[in-house]
Each structure stands twice: as C-alpha cells, then as structure tokens.
C-alpha cells in the first residue's frame, strides 16, 4: 500500500485500517453490501463503537505523551504525540461518521464514496469545506490540537520559572524580587505540596532541611586510608533515596553507642547525580564516639538512623564560572562531593582543586582524583603532603602556603573559594588569601562537627542534671531538656525545624531568639555582638538553666 499522504497521517492510518482484512473492514462492508441485513448492520455498528473507544483512549494517551514532552523539552517525544494524536483523531472520525451514516440509513455505497473522498482529503464531496478544500472538522481538529500545545507550552514555561525560584530557595539564596512580588518562593513546610502541585518530580528539587529522617542500610564499606572509611547508604527496599540533596550538604547519624544517644553530622562525598545511593567519609578519631562507633563496630547490612539533608556549603556551578575548592585532611569530602558532580554533568568551568594531608597514606580519594584530572583536562588538581613516606609519590611535599596558591591558580582574586579543614589550616589559609586580594565574600568555610565529649560511664540525663522545660513558640511545642542536652538536639527530639551547619557553635546557621529564660554556651563564636544585644543564642551549643523559649 501507498505511504500515507503528507499532512493526513490520521487518514493514511484510517484508510490502511479500513481497507484491511479481518473485522476492520468497516469501508467494505458498507462498500459491498447494497441490501445490508439487520444482523450485517449490526457487526458494522458494533466495530464502529470499537473505533470511538479506541481512538478516544489512544487520544488521551496521546495527550498525556504530549503533556510529558512538553515539560521535559523532549522535541522528538513531542512531535510523536502529535502524530499519535492525529492517528487517534482518524480512528474516532472514522467510527463517528459510520455510526451516523448507519443511523441516518444514507446508502451504504454514497456513504462510502463520500467518506473515502473525504479521508483522502479529496474535493467534489457534497460536504460542505472550508479553505483549501479541507473540511471544516480538519479545521477545528487543528485548531483544537494547536490550542492544546499553546496551553502546554505556557505551563511548561511557568513551571520551569517556579522550579527555578525554588530550587535557588532551597540552595541558600533569595528568590529574584520579580518572583517574591509573584508568589512564587514556598516556606519550606509548603513546599512538598507546592512541588506535588507543580508536577515537579522530587529528585530535580532538593529536599527542604532536614525535611527526611528515617533508616539506611549500609550497602558497603571501602577502606580509604588506615583511618578513613566510606560507608555507601542505599534505601533499605531498594528504591531510590527518599530524600535529594547539593553537593556539598551533609546527613546527620543518631546512634546509641554505649547506651546514650548521641548525634553527629558527616558530609556527604558522592555526587547528588546517584539517586540510588549516598556516601559518607568518616576519619576514626582517638577520642570521637560517634566516628569510633561508625568505624569499628558498624558492618555492612546494618541500619543507621539519618537525618537528610542539611548545609549551605554547596556548589552546582550556577554561582561562578570557575570554583576554587581547598580542603585539609577529612575536608576533602564535601570537596569531593563538588568535584564529582561538576565532572558528572560535564561542567565546563574551572575547577581548581587544592587538597593538603600529612602523609600520602592519608591521601582520601588519590586514585579517583587523579583518574579524574586526566579524563577532565578543566580539572586542575594540586595534591600536597607534609612527609612522602614513598618514594613514588609524585605531587608536591609541604604546606599549602601563598606561593603554591599563586601557581596552581593563576588569578586567584577574581575567584570564588570553597575551604574545608582542620581549623588552624583554614586560618592560615583565609589569611593567605586575603593578602592575595581575594575578597571576602569569595570565600566560603565549612566546620565540620562539634567536639565529640562522652558522657561519664553509667551516668544519666536526670544525674547529670535537673531537667527543665523549653517551649518552640512558633510551632506550639515543649520537649524537655537537661544534662549536656542542646536546644538543637531537643528540638531533633520532638521534629521542630532548626537549620544548623556545624554544630559546633562557628558557623551561625543554628541561630534562634532567646524569648524567656537563661542558657549557657560553650562556645559563641557564631554570634555577632548584636546578636547577643538582641538575645540571640546558638542552638546547637545552648543549654538551659532553667524553663527557656525559643522562636523556633
């Protein structure tokens, strides 16, 4: 048979149907029965409904295709939905126009004529047509359908603007004032109903702050370094992550290790372009309960509890066209984290990854870094020890210092700075930067967790100390708190929304205003001195000494 004429792919299809053998012959019957039998009228009728049924499912299949496409910016899956429904559109014209000729008893072979020379778009017919030659249903069948794709269009535009302003919120930044004046930033307890609205799927969006807690099993352990450990987190049936995250964000891990709860906060290493599964570096410290219970007595198939996702110290190159990334020892991991992503979407800017350790065997993620900068030529990688205990190492031996900084990143002062380390190198090396005239506010640090104090043997909260009371005023709630207990981790207790970073009392994320009562801090270096005029306090290092509110 003859390929279809161009522009009248639903009647090609039609005519291949109808022209066909088996029941569809629906043209034939009409063709070759001049004294059609009440039983033969009735086989007719009944293939004819088929073809309103099918064609109207296909046409709202086609619609739904087309709704996809459109939305995702798939131009081929767009053009193949249209196509669908214009072959939807011939099979529901074609069971319409049988069933009324059959219910207006025209002759069957005057039907049939003029059915065919109306299909094959043909003139001479004694239906009415418009322009052209085409009917008037060709007209209000194109009409409708370009009707539909302008709708789509536009939704798909809105979508992709709100999307946008949300993603920018949840990334740390403000939303553009024309979308604030729009409505169009979500608080962050409307913003999973304002994204299932949307349509918008949960893995493009990250997860609002610590907006997920729940169960991982440990999928896997790799052994980085005598002292480092990856432990890969999979969702226990097996589905995707149930939460989504930036690079450079962390998880929180509440573990009871001898018997008394206690939470601490790791970055995450992998790149958030791995739906299936999340990593975390941790580095077994002498006295740290939490990293001492992760690396010694944690083994793949166990259950950790986790808190998803936290952290404003990220990058997805939408910033800056180049990123300076510098870490120290462990600090590699929300660098990590950056470097992995951006390599993964193919970034095109330069990265300049800066990364100091004592030895080469405390080197994290050597192999990767170097496989990485040989496949990636916009990856600039500068690996430096204080000691080479081989004498293969190829990289450089000393201390991150001014001059290695001037060399490995030409123009430094008109870059951005991610830095992460122990904190007397992140000291020296903020200085280093501010006397090669790197602007402030070019310069973001991360503090990776508090100090990691057990509590006495056999000791409890209520032995420790009195118990008091501290109420969350703008979310009605009252949790109890006493011993070492901090305002972050009794709101942790009872599901209040407190955003924190460090949890160490540096970086200021965990601020909240101190409505009534008195509390003590251990360290304050996150508060300016007109937060303290204003009664601001530290969440994550507040602990009460008597009834407290807060504005949480």
């Not at 022209?19 to 009228?41: E, H, K």
């Amino acid at each position: 048979m003859a390929p279809s004429m161009p522009g009248q792919g639903g009647q090609g299809e039609m005519m291949r149907e109808m022209m066909g053998s088996g029941q569809n012959q629906v043209y034939p019957a009409l063709m070759d029965q001049p004294n059609m039998t009440a039983q033969r009228r009735e086989e007719v009728k009944k293939l004819s409904e088929e073809r309103i049924y099918v064609g109207s499912i296909q046409l709202q299949d086609a619609e739904k295709q087309l709704a996809t496409a459109i939305r995702v910016g798939d131009h081929a899956g767009a053009a193949q939905a249209i196509q669908s429904a214009r072959e939807a559109l011939g099979q529901l014209e074609s069971g319409v126009a049988a069933h009324r000729l059959l219910a207006e008893g025209t002759p069957p072979q005057n039907a049939a004529l003029r059915w065919l020379k109306q299909s094959m778009g043909l003139a001479g017919t004694s239906e009415q047509h418009g322009f052209f030659g085409l009917s008037w249903f060709h007209y209000l069948t194109m009409f409708f359908l370009t009707a539909f794709l302008v709708a789509m269009l536009v939704l798909y535009f809105y979508k992709t603007r709100r999307a946008a302003a949300l993603v920018h919120q949840l990334s740390g930044g403000n939303a553009p004032e024309g979308l604030a004046k729009e409505g169009m930033v979500a608080s962050s307890s409307t913003l999973p109903m304002q994204l299932d609205a949307l349509g918008i799927p949960q893995d493009i969006a990250p997860s609002r702050p610590n907006s997920w807690t729940g169960a991982l099993l440990v999928g896997r352990i790799f052994q980085e370094t005598p002292y480092v450990k990856t432990f890969r987190l999979v969702d226990p049936l097996g589905s995707k992550l149930p939460f989504s995250y930036l690079p450079g964000q962390f998880l929180t891990f509440t573990v009871s290790p001898h018997g008394q709860t206690v939470k601490r906060s790791y970055t995450i290493s992998s790149s958030p372009t791995h739906r299936d599964y999340c990593e975390v570096t941790v580095r077994h410290e002498e006295h740290g309960v939490v990293s001492s219970y992760l690396n010694d007595l944690v083994h793949e198939g166990e259950l950790l509890q986790v808190t998803a996702p936290s952290g404003k110290f990220t990058f997805v190159g939408d910033d800056a066209s180049s990123i300076v990334l510098i870490g120290g020892g462990v600090g590699i991991t929300p660098m990590m984290s950056v470097v992995r992503y951006l390599t993964d979407r193919t970034w095109p800017g330069d990265i300049y990854l800066l990364y100091g350790c004592k030895s080469d065997d405390d080197v994290i993620f050597r192999e990767e870094i170097e496989h990485l900068a040989r496949r990636f030529p916009n990856l600039h990688t500068t690996l430096i020890v204080d000691r080479a205990d081989t004498a293969n190492w190829p990289h450089l031996v000393g201390r991150i210092s001014k001059e290695v900084i001037q060399v490995a990143v030409p123009d430094i002062a008109t870059r951005h700075v991610h830095l992460c380390g122990p904190k007397p190198m992140m000291d020296a090396v903020k200085t280093m930067l501010a006397e090669l005239n790197v602007p402030l506010n070019h310069v973001e640090t991360e503090t990776f967790i508090g100090k990691e104090i057990p509590r006495p043997a056999g000791a409890t909260t209520s032995e420790a100390s009195p118990k008091f009371a501290v109420s969350f005023a703008r979310s009605n709630k009252t949790a109890p708190i006493a011993g070492s207990k901090t305002v972050l981790e009794a709101a942790e207790d009872i599901g209040v929304n407190i955003e924190y970073s460090c949890r160490a009392g540096t970086c200021g994320i965990c601020k909240v205003k101190l409505l009534s009562g008195a509390v003590t801090m251990e360290v304050e270096d996150g508060l300016e001195p007109a937060d303290k005029a204003q009664n601001v306090i530290l969440a994550c290092q507040a602990k009460a000494t008597c009834d407290i509110s807060v504005d949480a």
